[in-house]
């Protein structure tokens, strides 16, 4: 038995600790300053607040001012923040653990530069810690609840060592959880971040049927379609941008799939549809976290400076940039259709 713990108690992080608690693993879940009712709330019932599933026999729940408890004698960390936990984590969980503790990240996402460059979660640690550590993450399509009700599901651990990578897919892997694994940080967690952005854009034809159908009517799925293949299109021009590798589209198509279908990023995505405003639009989700305008916004800046560098044409990503014109520039949504439209002679 290996004892993994994670920080983190939101439903990710939460759920990622099933199949390993399934393989016989002792599973110590840490709440951020935020997670404090979530811990509390397992404690005394052994449900998930918001997973709203019985967590396993094998979890154990800690405070975050019991993390070193918490940290003693485990032999993975995983970090279970959402993007907007990434600089807390950074500065407050990283520079106390032991240099020999790999870590696992299951936040998706990337910052960009004053370059142009998107640099995904794992380098970004990297780059700002002053000291060297395992950094590993997880891509691909997963939601939070499937994964806790054992519905098969495909994911990618990335890291820089194929040997620990192995090491932890043998904490984890299943009947149920399949793990490959990459030594390609870029490339899968780019694909996977950008999938955000993308399932924005997929869903603005779910608004548009709705205006056109009345909400709860027939759903137009041609133009879903039509949104999701330029989607795959255009995130495999960024994974040429940022040099990943091209098969990681799997894992971007794969989680925009996902995406698509359920949760907050469709929810904005069908209200833009729907005629609303950016600005409206958020007032109707107030409260509402949304890691698709983050990471659909820095994408976009990051294109938007590779454009005017020379190294990127506007003409390849003309949905990303009509999302952005929604987001940061007070656009209505009309999606640029012809601007889709490709010609390819074989020799």
Known sequence: MSIITIVGAGMMGSAIGFPASDNGHEIRL??????????????????????????????????????????????LLVSGVSSFGVDWFLEEILPVIQETLPVLAVTKGMQDTEDGELIPYPHLYAKKLDRRLSLNAVGGPCTSYELADHDPTEVCFCGEDMEVLRRIKALFETNYYHVSLSTDVVGV????????????AVTLAVGLSERTEGVGGTLHYNSQAGLFGQSV??????????????????????DLYVTVFGGRTRLIGTLLGRGLSFERAMEELEGVTLESIVIATRTARAVRRLIELGRAKAEDFPLLLHVDDIISRGAQVAIPWSSFETEETRA
């Not at 026999?57 to 032999?75: H, V």
């Not at 967690?189 to 924005?200: I, R, S």
């Not at 255009?234 to 098969?247: D, F, N, Q, T």
């Open 30 to 75: 840490v709440g951020t300053p935020l997670d404090r009712e979530i811990i509390e709330h397992a404690r005394r019932t052994g449900e998930h607040l918001t997973l709203r599933r019985r967590l396993p026999e094998r979890f154990r729940y800690y405070q975050i001012e019991e993390l070193d408890e918490a940290l003693a004698g485990a032999e």
């Open 189 to 200: 967690e780019c694909a996977v971040a950008m999938k955000n952005a993308y399932a924005l």
């Open 233 to 254: 299109r255009e995130m495999r021009r960024l994974l040429a941008l940022v040099g990943g590798g091209e098969e990681n589209i799997v894992y971007g198509a794969g």
